[in-house]
């Protein structure tokens, strides 16, 4: 209801909505040491086959659970590699229904977390609770003291907090990004009936940047990026699939046809793709590659003109880093 009221009454112009991003921007980057730390220890727990695992609470919990979904279709994660759970769960997504009863990997809520991912927590796993200033009160400390406690006890997961955490044992935690914003200097920003929704849209713009920091180098340092570019995508849709094939086309400097067929070439798993495949329609394509992993990265090394697509499937199995891959073959 308070986000209703927020974009339905408000009233200050665009240049306020930007300076006021400006000041927040500025804040968050001066986190920049804690949120790195956050970044190598989530870029560890990646790489040495652990999982990063947000633990949210209200609008800020819901931004986590959107930085984690985009994971498997930007970086090609694995499902379970990002998860996000809720206080609350689908209550608080404003859910009558269980997602489960449809799809029983959908669990949401700390519940879940408790009984489906507590018993699996190992060493290599990172626990992160985001959590907001307005969110915390009595119920939620508790909440979030007693989850502490047992995280602890399962075999020594990584601790990290986002936000405001509640009065817990700081010990607990390896580091915890704490963006605080400048109220008295925000507030000249916004509108004077609405200061409350203001802070809360700036608080969650903060720490969607940081959480989307902290993702997306965690995927940089599993391998999943090469020149800038996010190479291990899913090509689930028309957009990704053309985008995929355009960075074929780029790396390889090949023409768009070639790319294609390097691209084709992954997703069938066949060194020599028939010529009807290349004029079949998209949808085709992306059904066929919905399940298939390392699509991209397949296709960059068969573009190189060094690899059939055992070999660099080969490849890609004892190093999954391509860039390593390609500098092992003097090719980067």
Request: overall charge neutral.
């Amino acid at each position: 209801r308070a986000h209703q009221r927020y974009y339905r009454q408000r009233k200050i112009g665009v240049a306020e909505s930007l300076l006021s991003y400006m000041v927040v921007y500025s804040h968050t980057f001066l986190q920049c040491k804690d949120i790195a730390t956050m970044l190598e220890l989530a870029g560890h727990s990646l790489s040495s086959g652990g999982h990063v695992y947000y633990l949210g609470v209200n609008t800020v919990g819901i931004l986590a659970l959107i930085d984690a979904s985009e994971c498997p279709p930007t970086f090609g994660a694995d499902y379970n590699d990002v998860r996000a759970f809720l206080l609350g769960g689908n209550a608080m997504l404003g859910l009558q229904q269980d997602l489960t009863t449809k799809d029983p990997d959908l669990v949401l809520g700390w519940d879940h977390f408790t009984s489906h991912f507590l018993p699996k927590l190992t060493q290599q796993d990172l626990v992160v609770f985001v959590l907001s200033r307005q969110d915390v009160d009595t119920k939620v400390a508790a909440e979030v003291s007693g989850m502490c406690s047992s995280i602890c006890a399962q075999k020594g997961a990584i601790l990290v907090g986002a936000g405001a955490l509640p009065e817990v044992d700081s010990s607990m935690f390896k580091c915890c990004i704490r963006i605080l914003l400048p109220r008295q200097v925000l507030s000249s920003y916004w509108s004077s009936d609405l200061e409350e929704e203001e802070e809360a849209v700036n608080c969650e713009m903060a720490m969607k940047w940081a959480l989307n920091a902290v993702s997306t180098g965690a995927h940089i340092m599993k391998g999943k990026v090469l020149c800038n570019r996010m190479v291990d995508l899913q090509l689930s849709n028309d957009k990704l699939f053309h985008r995929g094939v355009k960075m074929v086309e780029d790396f390889g400097r090949l023409s768009k046809q070639e790319a294609l067929k390097c691209v084709l070439s992954s997703i069938y798993r066949e060194d020599n793709v028939e010529a009807s495949l290349l004029v079949d329609r998209v949808e085709k394509h992306i059904a066929n590659a919905a399940h298939k992993t390392k699509v991209v990265p397949l296709a960059l090394l068969i573009s190189t003109g060094r690899f059939s697509i055992r070999e660099a499937s080969t490849a890609l199995e004892q190093d999954p880093v391509i860039r390593s891959v390609l500098a092992r073959h003097a090719l980067h």
